[in-house]
């Protein structure tokens, strides 16, 4: 599904480069997580990934399903299957969260030749999903993220990752900022959208979330690289020893 | 736009926006209309101002109204102190009076009509029910409407070419028709208000207006009555070289409410046309005006070339205790927009509101606001003002709130939010605050922004393209003046942002 290649990234601005050779490999259906260090160059993964200006590629490839990811528009992208959900997600006033999100799978629909959904079948998807993930329909009103607690604005993520349903999702840090009970209900959203054809590359700092959402495969990422893939002891590993001997080791 | 559930409205709109952006090149109403044209001679003078009132079968009395104001701009000048810029406009070079040629004498049924005229109103997008009458067909009010009635009066250049509905707003007492209409069949009514609300000495541009106007529409609602439909102007300007001065005149007696619309397009040239409209509202004891409306006449090419010289003088006058008046404009069009739609809050417990979104983008220049003059107790006012800048454009607010020594108790609320779209565009905001008594409250608040990287990103790792994104993040900042429009033109309103913005990113 997710294929990157020997990937480096460095600033627009500035010169320092932040990913140096990063190689990764999600098959179809699988959950991966990285974790690693803070600067390790996780979030600019995400970032780069979905096609956020500010970030030179000067080495390297990443494709889905063999396409090439990185000469593709983020609209582009978001269309051929790929979706992050924010670390932090934004808010954009006067727009209503329902709107934004017809808006959105519409365009995407569109953009693959489908017929757009109409007011009513729209509505009677969205009103499901967000019951699952007891987001109330004053909170589909209201204006996208404007206002939401942390976990709202996370729960938000997942909802619009479940009417979009895409194919390879990206959670940057989705667990952060999230008490017990949000963390429950969005790994209970994720978990009910694993299948066979969707894969999950989870970002996180800690092992906590991989509890909930069982991983296949956890990546060790340090200065721009993968240093360690395993199972899910590596996790645990991590959470016992922190990454100090992992770094050592790479050194 | 019509027979649609509130449902499909509310869920629906964004999708069309997105679709009118698409499938439409970047000014919709930008064709011109091949029509033979009966045009006076160029140039303005005390003959051409007699032409003008003997082709609208003028009496004596609106004749020399015309000349005494023409004789009083001829010894004014132009203002200079708004943040605009442009070429000396030279006003012996413009036509003052232009009419289709088939207009001399009104046709009698749908074949006598110029199809030239009937092809434009249907490009126009106005139902064919409506498309019959407006082209001045006598008869066609009987047949069946379709969809929600709304009334239409069409001006085309400098003359009305039809008013729908007439028949069923008569029943109700309400009489709308084009201005020299009421002129000819309702003198004592025009007698009584015209240049009562905005005199013929105000400015150089409604004094010009006021001695050369051609055409217009005249609205009269009687006591207690609530107008049973909508009203509203569509204005053209088709012709080459000619100025469009149209003047419009609503009075709404002792409790009684209407709303009214008006649109506005021109054909794309290269030569900047000349348009200085006067509106003057009477509203009396316990009456409602509500004014929409969406100006979209040409903006002028992505270089600055030729567009709309827009100077309008508008005016509501709340005469009467607890009587009301808002203004709500969705400001697209124009090279230069010059234009303050103001509230006289005279009388007690009067209410004045003014939502606008102005919008300037490549070479456009706005200088657009209102003014809330507090002359009666208790009065009330509400200032909503969403300017968005793009290209090289310059916007600025300027807006007056003056509260006289008699307004006592009175507040007054401005809410001034400024968008800008790129790094080459401005937004100004020039707030004039006057307060002469004690007991009055007067709030500003402004906030200045900057279309944000990170909303785009978010926008578009959803799916949407640049423009979609665009468009959907200012119709969020323009929700809350959007939501003050009517139904139908909230719609065309929102699209149009999406139109406006167009090539404004990346």
Request: charged residues 25%.
């Amino acid at each position: 599904m997710l294929k990157i290649n020997n990937l480096h990234v460095k600033l627009e601005e500035e010169d320092k480069q932040i990913l140096k050779g990063l190689s990764l490999e999600v098959p179809a259906g699988e959950v991966h997580a990285i974790m690693g260090p803070n600067g390790s160059g996780k979030s600019t993964l995400s970032y780069v990934l979905s096609g956020r200006d500010g970030y030179e590629v000067t080495e390297g490839e990443a494709s889905l399903d063999g396409e090439d990811l990185l000469d593709m528009d983020p609209e582009v992208r978001a269309a051929a299957g790929l979706f992050l959900a924010f670390q932090y997600p934004v808010e954009i006033p006067g727009v209503g969260n329902m709107t934004f999100l017809r808006t959105a799978v519409n365009a995407q629909r569109k953009a693959r030749g489908e017929a757009e959904l109409t007011a009513g079948e729209f509505l009677k998807e969205v009103r499901a999903k967000a019951a699952e993930l007891q987001i109330s329909p004053e909170m589909l009103k209201r204006p996208v993220n404007v206002g939401f607690s942390g976990g709202e604005k996370k729960r938000n993520e997942i909802l619009q990752m479940a009417m979009l349903s895409p194919r390879m999702c990206i959670m940057d840090e989705t667990d952060s900022g999230l008490d017990v009970d949000a963390m429950r209900l969005v790994s209970e959203g994720v978990n009910a959208l694993r299948s066979p054809d969707r894969s999950f590359l989870v970002i996180t700092h800690y092992q906590r979330l991989l509890d909930h959402i069982k991983p296949d495969v956890v990546h060790i990422m340090s200065n721009g690289r993968i240093i360690k893939s395993g199972g899910p002891d590596l996790a645990l590993e991590v959470e016992h020893n922190g990454y100090g001997d992992l770094l050592a080791e790479a050194d | 736009m019509t027979g649609t559930t509130d449902l499909d409205v509310r869920e629906g709109v964004d999708r069309e926006t997105v679709e009118t952006v698409q499938n439409m090149g970047s000014y919709k109403y930008g064709w011109n209309t091949e029509i033979e044209m009966e045009y006076a001679p160029k140039g303005v003078n005390e003959d051409i101002v007699r032409l003008i009132s003997e082709k609208n079968g003028e009496p004596e009395w609106m004749t020399d109204w015309r000349l005494e104001a023409y004789r009083r701009w001829i010894t004014m000048t132009e203002p200079k102190w708004a943040m605009l810029n442009y070429p000396e406009i030279d006003y012996q070079d413009q036509y003052y009076y232009a009419r289709p040629a088939s207009m001399q004498e009104k046709p009698k049924s749908l074949d006598e009509v110029d199809p030239k005229l009937l092809a434009t109103y249907e490009k126009l997008g106005i139902p064919l029910k409506e498309q019959m009458i407006l082209a001045g067909v006598e008869g066609a009010e009987n047949a069946p409407a379709e969809g929600r009635k709304v009334a239409v009066d069409a001006v085309f250049d400098s003359v009305s070419v039809g008013t729908t509905f007439k028949d069923e707003l008569a029943k109700a007492g309400v009489i709308f028709c084009s201005i020299s209409e009421a002129i000819r069949d309702h003198p004592e009514l025009v007698k009584k208000y015209l240049g009562t609300v905005v005199p013929a000495t105000d400015n150089y541009f409604a004094t010009l207006n006021s001695a050369v106007f051609s055409d217009g529409s005249f609205v009269y609602i009687p006591e207690g009555v609530t107008c049973p439909m909508e009203l509203s102007t569509y204005f053209r300007i088709n012709a080459e070289n000619t100025g469009q001065f149209e003047r419009t005149l609503i009075v709404a007696e002792k409790g009684s409410s209407v709303s009214y619309l008006e649109g506005c397009t021109a054909p794309k040239r290269d030569i900047a046309q000349l348009h200085a409209a006067v509106v003057e509202i009477v509203v009396l004891e316990d009456a409602e005006v509500k004014y929409s409306t969406v100006q979209n006449w040409f903006p002028g090419d992505e270089d600055g070339k030729g567009g709309i010289y827009n100077f309008v003088t508008k005016r509501a006058d709340c005469r009467g205790a607890r009587s009301k008046i808002m203004w709500t404009q969705v400001e697209t069009g124009s090279a230069i927009t010059w234009k303050y739609p103001s509230c006289i809050l005279r009388g007690e417990e009067s209410q004045g509101e003014f939502y606008s979104i102005a919008i300037a983008n490549n070479w456009q220049q706005a200088d657009t606001g209102t003014k809330m003059v507090h002359l009666g107790k208790n009065t009330k006012s509400r200032i909503v003002s969403k300017g968005i800048s793009a290209g090289q454009a310059q916007n600025t607010y300027r807006g007056l709130v003056s509260m006289h020594p008699r307004a006592t108790n009175s507040r007054n609320y401005t809410q001034c939010d400024s968008l800008l779209i790129g790094d080459k565009c401005g937004a100004h905001t020039v707030p004039y605050i006057e307060v002469k008594n004690t007991s009055s409250r007067v709030e500003h608040e402004a906030t200045t922004s900057k279309v944000d990287d990170d909303q785009l990103f978010y926008c578009r790792s959803r799916g949407m393209d640049e423009e979609e994104a665009v468009a959907l993040v200012v119709n969020g900042f323009c929700r809350e003046v959007l939501q003050a429009l009517p139904m139908e033109f909230a719609m065309e309103a929102q699209a149009l942002v999406a139109i406006s913005l167009e090539g404004s990113v990346g």
